[in-house]
């Protein structure tokens, strides 16, 4: 991995805004592209590039631990599918297709914290070009220029709906279980 994770991580989760656009280059190494926040947890994706030039996808969790963020894991992949252009609503089917996910453990410290859920799941969404945010369950998730966003939870996938530039739904977004593939996913 050519950046660090846990700072790159911190950055988005403190309101750095991520790229607009997913152009990677000899220069550009790695882009934020998205981050989602649920209480003590988070997921943050990453487009980096790998080994001879070609995009890789890097998704990370972390929990916040007595005020201090750390990382726990994630998962990555090919990144080539957010360098694409942005899908059309009536292409992609729905304001958002669920691509990949996926999950890691929280820390087991204290007796809160193992009295919440053990795991921390995310989903990578890759998002209709009239859409530009998403309401997940109570939050509200820009969506930036490239398309690509994660959304976080830990309990049961949370309830997500597409909203256009007037902030009006567009439709229900169905969240895949982690490990499943969409033929029209990002990586």
Known sequence: ??????????????GAPPAGAARLSRRVRHLPLAVDRDGDVAATMFLRRGVSGVPELDVHTLELVDGVWSTLGGGGGPGDGAT????????LGSPAVSS????????SGSWLRRRRSGWIWWAELRVAEEVTALRVDARFLPVAAHGCAVVV???????VTGLDASGSAVGPVLIRPAGSRHPGSIG
């Open 1 to 14: 991995m050519s950046y660090d994770a846990l700072v790159e991580s911190v950055r988005l989760l403190e």
């Open 84 to 91: 694409r252009g942005r899908p059309r609503l009536v292409d």
């Open 100 to 107: 990949s996910g996926g999950g890691t453990a929280r820390t």
């Open 153 to 159: 939870w830990t309990r049961q996938p949370p309830q």
